[in-house]
């Protein structure tokens, strides 16, 4: 006799819905992932998307309302992903872990990133950067505001040449690199050199 209340019963029925869910997103996601290997963001259809990743337009819908949706998705779980890393660490203080961290948690989403930028989603990206690092600051507080917007364009500009470049040089080069610019700032030129002179 299955002693499970009904309440118990449907709580276990909202897990195995969820799990569903989480499944159907996820072969949606990588399908998108397959398709733009092939076509351009423009020409894929919502057709193409549910016939690759096996399910049906309902369940696509119940999901997503448009394609574009499923970049937001990815552009919000690198964001999500990449400020709770970074919050693990004072970039005062730890600032080659923090460096280090961040480039770890972004190659772990080098296949989105780089899906969001064939789709014209550069901008998105750096803006939600911008935002994100901003997220307690009011443009009155001038100073803060306007060196989180340099340190968020610099993160991104980084960020998105590693990935483009298939991420050919180590983790510990590129952190080495960053923290080294946070630390000492305008005073790398010396060290780095620059095409201005």
Avoid at 132 to 152: G, P, R
Wanted: charged share 20%; proline share 2%; hydrophobic share 35%.
């Amino acid at each position: 006799m299955d002693n499970n209340t009904e309440l118990q019963k449907r709580n276990i029925l909202r897990q195995n819905n969820a799990e569903a869910n989480a499944i159907t997103k996820e072969c949606i996601e990588s399908a998108l992932i397959l398709l733009m290997k092939e076509k351009n963001f423009q020409d894929i259809s919502i057709t193409d998307i549910t016939k690759k990743a096996g399910v049906s337009r309902t369940a696509y819908y119940r999901n997503y309302n448009s394609k574009e949706d499923i970049l937001s998705n990815f552009l919000q779980n690198i964001i999500q992903d990449t400020s709770s890393t970074l919050k693990k660490y004072n970039p005062l203080t730890d600032t080659l872990e923090a460096w280090t961290a961040l480039l770890e948690s972004t190659k772990k989403h080098a296949p989105q990133y780089k899906l969001l930028l064939q789709a014209g989603y550069g901008n998105t990206i750096l803006n939600e950067y911008k935002s994100n690092i901003n997220k307690n600051v009011s443009k009155n507080q001038t100073e803060l505001y306007y060196s989180n917007c340099y340190w968020a364009g610099a993160l991104y500009t980084v960020l998105t040449e590693w990935i483009q470049d298939d991420m050919k040089a180590p983790v510990s080069e590129i952190a080495k690199i960053g923290s080294n610019l946070m630390i000492n700032g305008i005073k790398t030129l010396k060290t780095y050199g620059n095409n201005c002179e």
